[in-house]
């Protein structure tokens, strides 16, 4: 039976929409990332940064899938034992925006509805748009075992909540209180620290009168917030400033509200700073918080939680906060007190999810003690390194936030996520929860009504507190509940702690410091072995991707115009090193992207490489082919081999370093360079005729191709799997879970790279050498080579035949000496090597020199018209300044095209 019947053969055209979602379909339905938790060896492990159920893919989520997805699959092809755990977060903020916003279009609120109903609606929302992202994830290719993907409110993951909150209490390391806390009028919720952002604003500073009560004079209070004014219960000085000593012990009369308050000394207060006198209202405010404590004043809460003022402000009850701020001043204005006003810009804290400036509020709230936690992440980062930063760097951002931590709020004024295993005891006498209700936490409103019964007697009622929890509380759980914590699983034994966390540098104290802290006490282990930072993608004008800064570029965008695979390849190949931001260069009207394009067109030349190859393997396998032997191998055969197995080494090295960028930069140099237009060219005439040479060509062409599709496969999958699929016919097998290539040292010889490499320049040398002397691609010429150097002789005369092959050389001479010429030549020099071209015969030396004189004459017209309008002031003064830069690129252009004209008459000796 004829073999061509059989022969598998590649498409023509390589196409990426077709060829990625057949392998992301089959590389599920097979189940080739299931991870065996029983199975024995080394293990590498990630639990992926959960993206909010409420998102969908971005240009982060991309960047970092990549990045994450190389590592899975090298390791998973290295022969660890390999799990890559997927997973979404509830995101409770998120969800309520969404909620409250097509409530709002109804014309009713979650409060007119009811938990249960909004449970209810959230719960279908997730249903309904939970998958979007985890199908995203997919089409990027990520190779995680989905049989295991979590929810950060599965019942899993919610059991480990419980459970890590009832030990946290029971240690008395979470306790509840009435104190300043950040407030989010928009989601009506407190938030912590971490979630507000600082921005700087122009706004004002006003200079108030608090006149003294004796009547004896008054003091100046500065403030950017004069509504607050309205809560002040006490003015506050240096006990060491001299100008105010003698007031101390005194009182002022408060403006529009008449309370008297007193002015007592406090080493907070700066005297530098304003007019050294600071208005202090203990219920809105930080430092006056402190203060309001240390000296027992009263604390005056003026503010409602939707940023309206209540009962306590007076005649401002009702306004919103910067209403009553224009209303305050203007009746302090009416009434004598403002003695100026100033434009400030200062830094206000806003709301990340909200938007919206918070307002420090008293409040009673759930707090986590954060210094135990993070000193025991101290302890482990400064005895043991661990974890280990990458880039090193980010280790002392890490210590200094884990140093300057304050406790931790943790209830939010949310329904969505978990609730806080918290239940009220409700007695006859005690119907309505207090600060001072009795509380009892556990694990089920069971246990808490077992424990209440035997402290409150059979007649009481539970009532479970209402606030959940903040949503960073679960996700500092992630690396262990993800596996099964509490209980001791075998998920958890085995691939616990993770090995590498991936994530960005803007997340560290957001998420990073929660997880090694959560960790650190309840498994006394660091969640991951290593922290992998990488940097932010920014835009053309290299300013970070954001949807407020409506600058972000959709990936699925680029994934249906350029494919998965193309797109994955530029962001890991932009990696400058770890940490190092990336720049997409991107044409925003037309959904271009040129570093993209060139990675497609990396995809079309390996695919049309590995036609041309296996076109001539005539349906044989590598498998059946063999391995190449080494007494057969001839020069060409010994450099690939010898590149191929440098490429392997160097690529496992990078990618151990996190060197991602660099690992994917030299595969693209070798496969690109030296494979394609380089052995494939080399090889080209043997495997015309059926000799033992064209089998040792097919044989290594075969290895290097097989080899360098499992090289790449961690960065470009789907078209290595589909290439590699065709080239082995395995239609049992993946190349996702083949080994990944061993370096052969034996194989490697640097000297003989080194030997090609001046071959390499010499053929590019006569090949610009003819394309100067327009001699004909399909004709022939003789080519003298001289160089004194022996060892450079030998290299030449040992690739006599590829310099004849790929320079189109029919006579070459190799000498010492050059002899007179006697006929014209074009000239070329390799290092110290003279290259000579004789022309006679083969170009018309007089029709060449009169059409390059020709064109340097034009361009020398150009030159000098150009010069003439930009040595006029009139033009250079008058004309728009992009026609006058234009102008100056032209002329900057002509004057590169007549140097290089000029050297190529030159040459014509």
């Known amino acids: 039976m004829s073999m061509t019947a059989t022969i598998p053969e590649l498409p023509t055209q390589y196409d990426p929409k077709t060829t990625e979602s057949k392998w992301q379909d089959a590389w599920e339905t097979h189940q080739v990332f299931k991870a065996d938790n029983s199975k024995e060896g080394e293990t590498y492990s990630i639990v992926i940064p959960p993206p909010n159920v409420t998102g969908s893919l971005h240009m982060g989520h991309a960047f970092e899938d990549c990045l994450m997805d190389v590592l899975v699959r090298y390791h998973r092809m290295c022969g660890y034992n390999t799990l890559c755990l997927p997973g979404t977060d509830h995101a409770s903020i998120a969800v309520h925006t969404v909620l409250d916003r097509q409530l709002k279009a109804e014309g009713i609120t979650r409060y007119d509805i009811g938990r249960e109903k909004f449970l209810e609606k959230a719960w279908e929302w997730k249903q309904e748009s939970g998958g979007k992202i985890v199908n995203q994830l997919k089409k990027m290719g990520l190779s995680a075992d989905w049989s295991r993907e979590r929810f950060t409110l599965d019942e899993g993951l919610s059991k480990a909540v419980r459970t890590a909150f009832v030990k946290l209490y029971e240690a008395g390391l979470i306790y509840r209180g009435n104190y300043l806390v950040n407030w989010c009028p928009a989601s009506l919720s407190a938030v912590s620290d971490l979630e507000v952002e600082s921005k700087e604003v122009e706004g004002h500073l006003w200079h108030f009168r608090y006149p003294l009560s004796d009547g004896s004079g008054h003091v100046e209070v500065a403030t950017t917030r004069p509504e607050t004014m309205l809560g002040d219960t006490g003015v506050a000085v240096n006990p060491n400033d001299e100008r105010y000593k003698n007031l101390i012990g005194k009182t002022i009369t408060l403006p529009i509200v008449g309370r008297e308050i007193p002015i007592f000394a406090d080493e907070l207060v700066d005297p530098e700073f304003g007019t050294g006198c600071v208005k202090v209202t203990p219920a809105h405010d930080p430092n006056d918080f402190e203060m309001g404590n240390r000296h027992q004043l009263p604390f005056i809460n003026i503010m409602n939680k939707d940023g309206t003022l209540n009962e306590n402000a007076g005649i401002f009850e009702g306004q919103d906060r910067y209403v009553a701020r224009k209303n305050v001043v203007k009746k302090l204005e009416e009434d004598g007190f403002l003695i100026k006003t100033e434009k400030y810009n200062h830094t206000v804290p806003y709301s990340d999810r909200g938007k919206v400036p918070v307002e420090p509020l008293l409040s009673t709230q759930w707090f986590v003690k954060i210094d135990p936690l993070s000193q025991k992440a101290l302890k482990f980062l400064d005895e043991n390194n661990s974890p280990n930063f990458v880039p ?143 940097g932010l993608v920014r835009d053309e004008n290299g300013k970070k991707m954001s949807k407020s800064s409506n600058n972000g570029i959709d990936p699925l965008i680029l994934i249906e115009k350029y494919g998965t695979d193309a797109l994955r390849y530029t962001l890991i190949k932009e990696v400058a090193g770890a940490g190092q931001d990336i720049s997409l260069q991107y044409d925003r009207k037309t959904d271009e992207s040129e570093s993209v394009e060139a990675s497609r067109n990396f995809a079309n030349k390996l695919w049309n490489a590995a036609r041309f190859v296996m076109m001539h393997l005539k349906g044989e396998t590598p498998q059946s082919l063999g391995t190449p032997e080494i007494d057969k191998l001839e020069l060409s055969d010994r450099w690939i081999l010898s590149r191929f197995h440098q490429t392997v080494q160097q690529t496992r090295d990078d990618i151990k370093a996190y060197g991602l960028g660099e690992a994917a930069k030299g595969l693209y140099e070798f496969i690109w360079g030296d494979f394609c237009d380089w052995y494939i060219e080399l090889v080209k005439t043997r495997l015309w005729d059926e000799t033992p040479s064209r089998e040792v060509a097919r044989q290594t062409l075969a290895y290097v191709l097989d080899g360098t599709l499992k090289l790449l496969h961690p960065f470009m999958p789907h078209i290595t799997e589909e290439i590699w699929q065709t080239l082995t016919q395995s239609n049992d097998q993946f190349i996702a879970l083949q080994a990944y290539p061993a370096v052969n040292n034996s194989l490697i010889n640097p000297d003989l790279e080194d030997s090609f490499t001046l071959l390499f320049e010499t053929i590019r040398t006569l090949r610009n050498m003819r394309a100067e002397a327009d001699i004909k691609p399909g004709v022939k010429v003789s080519v003298i080579l001289q160089s004194e150097n022996e060892q450079e002789r030998t290299i030449l005369e040992s690739g006599r035949k590829y310099i004849q092959d790929l320079g189109k050389v029919d006579n070459l001479t190799i000498t010492s000496q050059l002899e007179q010429q006697t006929e014209q030549v074009v000239a070329g020099v390799v290092g110290t090597i003279q290259a000579l071209i004789p022309l006679s015969g083969v170009v018309d030396i007089a029709s060449l020199r009169a059409k390059l004189e020709k064109n340097l004459g034009k361009v020398e017209a150009e030159i000098k018209s150009l010069s003439g309008r930009l040595n006029n002031p009139g033009f250079v003064n008058k004309a728009p300044e992009a026609v006058v830069q234009g102008a100056r690129d032209s002329l900057a252009e002509a004057e590169k095209q007549a140097e290089i004209l000029r050297e190529r008459l030159k040459r014509l000796q």
């Open 392 to 534: 090193e760097r980010w280790k002392k951002v890490y210590r200094d936030w884990l140093v300057k931590l304050k406790d931790w709020c943790i209830s939010r004024q949310l329904w969505w996520g978990h609730q806080i295993p918290a239940w009220y005891v409700i007695s006859e006498t005690n119907g309505e929860i207090t600060d001072n209700t009795p509380f009892i936490v556990a694990h089920s409103e069971q246990e808490a009504l077992e424990k209440a019964k035997k402290d409150y007697g059979d007649t009481i009622q539970l009532e479970q507190d209402p606030d959940v929890l903040d949503t960073w509380f679960s996700s500092g759980l992630w690396p262990f509940s993800t596996l099964g914590w509490p209980d001791n699983t075998q998920d958890l034994k085995t691939y616990y702690p993770t090995s590498t966390l991936v994530t960005g540098f803007d997340i560290i104290f957001f998420w990073v410091a929660r997880m090694t802290m959560m960790a650190g006490y309840f498994t006394d282990k660091m969640p991951f072995q290593d922290v992998y930072i990488h």
